[in-house]
C-alpha cells in the first residue's frame, strides 16, 4: 500500500514539474549562452546557420554513437544465445552422447 | 519484482562483462577451440572504446568545419586553389582496395593461412603508405598553389580534418607492420588472432571515415 502511495506522489511531482516547465515561454527555454545569443541574434546570419548546423551535429553524434555501441552489444547477445544450444549439441555429438 | 527496463537490460551487460578464467571454467565454456562465453570480447570492447574516442575526436572537428562551411556565404573562397578531385578519386579506390585486402587476411586467418595472412597484411600496408604518399604530394601542390593552414578557415579546416586522418592512417600502417611480423613469425592461428581482428577493425574504421571526410570535404 505505501509503495503505491509512494508511486502515486512521485507520478504527482513529475506531472507537476512538467506543467510548470509549460508554463515558462519557449523564447526563455530557447537561449543559448550570452555571447552567441548576442554575436548571432539575426537567425538569417549565416554565421547563425552554422553555428545551428554544427551545434545540431555535435548534438547527435553521441547518441547515434552509443546508440550504435549498444545495438551492436544487443545484437551479439542475441546472437550468442541463438547460437548456443547448437553448441551444446556439437560438443554432446563429439563426446558421442547422441 | 523486477522492472522490465532492468529484466531487459541487466541480464545481456551481464552476460557481456569480463570474466575471470575461473568463472569461465565454471560455467564449463571455452575449452580449447569452443567460443569465448562472453558474446563480446575483450579485445573488441577495447577496439569500440578506442573506436568511440576518435570518433568523437573527428566530430568535434567536423563540427567546427561545418561552423565555417555553413556560416561563410562564399565556401570555398573564390581566391584558393581547388581540391584536387580525380587524384583523389583514385586515392579513395587505393584505400578502398586496402579495406578489401584487409578483408582477405582475416579470411585467410580464420583459415589458419598465415602465408596469405601476411602476404595480405604487408599488401594492406602498402595501400595504406601509397594513399598516404599520394596525399602528401597534393598537399605539397596545393602549398604551392597557395593553399596553406593560415589560409583562413578554408586552408586551416582542411589540412586539420584531412591531417588528422592521414595521421590516424600512419598509425594505422605502423600497428600493421607490427602484426604483420607477429603473423610472418607464425604467432596467430585460426583460434588465436584477437590482435589481427582489432587491427582490422581500426583498419576499415580509418577507410570509412576517409569515405565520409572525402563526401564533406572534396564536394
Do not use: K
Request: positive net charge; contains cysteine; aromatic residues 10%.
Amino acid at each position: 500500500m505505501r509503495t503505491v502511495w509512494n508511486r502515486l506522489a512521485g507520478g504527482l511531482i513529475g506531472v507537476s514539474v512538467a506543467m510548470a516547465v509549460q508554463t515558462v515561454p519557449a523564447r526563455v527555454l530557447a537561449q543559448g549562452c550570452a555571447m552567441c545569443a548576442t554575436a548571432v541574434d539575426d537567425a538569417n546570419d549565416p554565421l547563425a546557420r552554422g553555428l545551428n548546423v554544427s551545434i545540431m551535429f555535435l548534438l547527435a553524434m553521441p547518441f547515434a554513437l552509443v546508440g550504435s555501441v549498444a545495438l551492436w552489444f544487443t545484437y551479439m547477445y542475441w546472437r550468442s544465445r541463438l547460437r548456443r544450444p547448437s553448441l551444446r549439441v556439437l560438443r554432446s555429438e563429439r563426446e558421442g552422447v547422441l | 519484482m523486477r522492472s522490465p527496463f532492468v529484466s531487459a537490460t541487466i541480464p545481456p551487460l551481464r552476460a557481456m562483462m569480463p570474466r575471470t578464467a575461473a568463472a569461465r571454467r565454471r560455467r564449463g565454456a571455452w575449452r580449447g577451440d569452443e567460443p569465448p562465453a562472453t558474446p563480446v570480447s575483450n579485445a573488441r570492447i577495447a577496439i569500440v572504446v578506442v573506436l568511440a574516442a576518435e570518433i568523437m575526436f573527428f566530430a568535434g572537428l567536423i563540427g567546427a568545419y561545418l561552423l565555417f562551411r555553413f556560416g561563410t556565404v562564399v565556401w570555398p573562397p573564390a581566391d584558393l586553389p581547388r581540391l584536387p578531385l580525380g587524384v583523389t578519386w583514385l586515392n579513395t579506390l587505393v584505400l578502398m582496395a586496402s579495406g578489401c585486402t584487409m578483408l582477405a587476411a582475416l579470411r585467410a586467418v580464420r583459415e589458419d593461412n598465415l602465408r596469405g595472412l601476411t602476404r595480405s597484411l604487408c599488401v594492406t600496408g602498402l595501400l595504406g603508405v601509397l594513399f598516404l604518399s599520394v596525399q602528401g604530394s597534393e598537399w605539397v601542390r596545393l602549398i604551392r598553389h597557395g593553399l596553406r593552414p593560415s589560409s583562413g578557415p578554408y586552408g586551416s579546416t582542411f589540412y586539420v580534418l584531412i591531417g588528422s586522418h592521414a595521421a590516424h592512417v600512419a598509425m594505422a600502417v605502423l600497428w600493421l607492420g607490427i602484426v604483420a611480423i607477429g603473423a610472418w613469425r607464425g604467432r596467430f592461428s585460426s583460434t588465436r588472432y584477437a590482435a589481427v581482428e582489432v587491427c582490422a577493425i581500426y583498419w576499415f574504421f580509418v577507410c570509412a571515415l576517409w569515405l565520409a571526410l572525402f563526401a564533406l570535404v572534396y564536394h
